[in-house]
């Protein structure tokens, strides 16, 4: 049949091969080689800012196979605008990373699937931002807020946050604060009266100190004592936000014995994250399909999560750690970035986009 007698494409249709196509190529991408992300809380900041939107490169630690490839395309857990789950559970396949060129490291800033959202499978509970401070092998402390791995003082991101009283003179405004780079998000009165509560970096309160207006800063360290929502157990261990550890952070291959201390450490952990059919922890015993183990191998890589923003952020110190099958990928670099207490053309932080992440 010539060329000629060929029946033409309908316009419905040229429109409907492009929309496939269009669907295809974006969920092999968004699959393969990028995934954009939005920053939605103030954990991280100021590294990352409530409004960047950036792209996760799943490039660099290696893109999963989907768990479940019964998908909606370009979906999550929900169809769009609606509450109809956009996944089917009927085929779940194993755990397999494609090769990438880099391994999780230390103060990377990942994006990873929240691991105690277990009505989800791995790969469709909620995408969370946090850095890396710890990778496997690793024993973390922290001590009156300070971080240290292995004994010593961590790196601190230029831009990390601590919470502040900042007592006043008189009742400041939201022009005051937006003059030291202080959204209204990161401050609050205290109930007294006397003053605020502020999120900022160390260099903007020593700007703060400065100020004629400003009797007296403090920063707001938790002495210590226990705290019942950290993990695995504060109030038994004595840790808090600012209190925390010694915790080693266990990797593939990693033996332990299971003593009492170590199922307190780790129980939880090998319980949720490593496989097992079966598992129950007893006081000072840990049983595996019935059978009491002594001594554990994991049997993937672990970190330990934290935000910039350190004591406006749930990481690892509340819900542990971040098993490898769960991680996403490496935040790459910033694409937009929208300020929500601006308007118009000012809403646009035009010195952030195209912004690496550090």
């Known amino acids: 049949m010539s060329s000629k ?11 409907l091969d492009a929309l496939v196509f269009a669907v295809v190529a974006a969920s092999l991408i968004r699959w393969l080689l990028l995934e954009p992300f939005t920053i939605p809380t103030a954990s991280m900041e100021k590294s990352l800012l409530v409004g960047d939107f950036l792209f996760v490169s799943k490039m660099h630690y290696g893109t ?19 509450e109809i789950p956009s996944y089917s559970d009927a085929i779940q396949l194993p755990y397999y990373r494609l090769p990438g060129f880099a391994d999780v490291e230390r103060n990377d800033v990942v994006v990873f699937n929240y691991p105690v959202e277990f009505e989800y499978p791995n790969d469709l509970k909620t995408n969370y931002i946090k850095r890396a401070v710890a990778v496997p092998g690793d024993e973390l402390e922290i001590k009156d807020g300070d971080l240290y791995i292995n004994g010593e003082l961590a790196m601190k991101p230029e831009e990390m946050q601590f919470s502040y009283d900042v007592l006043t ?15 209204p998000a990161s401050f609050m009165a205290l109930s007294d009266g006397s003053g605020y509560i502020v999120f900022a970096t160390d260099l903007v309160i020593d700007r703060l100190k400065e100020s004629p207006l400003v009797t007296t800063v403090r920063k707001r360290i938790m002495s210590p004592r226990g705290e019942d929502r950290i993990f695995p157990d504060g109030m038994k261990m004595g840790w808090n936000r600012d209190q925390y550890g010694p915790l080693t952070i266990p990797g593939e291959g990693t033996t332990i014995e299971l003593n009492a201390d170590n199922i307190l450490r780790y129980g939880s952990t090998i319980k949720n994250y490593e496989g097992h059919e079966q598992v129950e922890i007893r006081e000072n015993e840990l049983l595996i399909n019935g059978q009491k183990v002594d001594s ?9 999560m934290m935000g910039d923003n350190r004591h406006d952020s749930l990481d690892s110190r509340y819900w542990g750690f971040v098993p490898e099958d769960h991680v996403v990928g490496k935040a790459w670099f910033l694409w937009l970035s929208l300020d929500e207490f601006e308007s118009f053309f000012n809403k646009i932080r035009w010195s952030r986009i195209f912004k690496s992440i550090e």
């Open 64 to 82: 999963r196979i989907p768990k479940t490839p019964l998908q909606v395309p370009l979906t999550h857990q929900k169809i769009w605008g609606t």
């Open 5 to 15: 007698n060929k029946k033409k494409k309908s316009a419905a249709r040229e429109w």
């Open 296 to 304: 554990y191998t994991f049997k993937q890589n672990y970190y330990f």
């Open 169 to 183: 003179s008189r009742m400041l405004n939201a022009d005051f604060f937006a003059d030291y780079g202080i959204n």
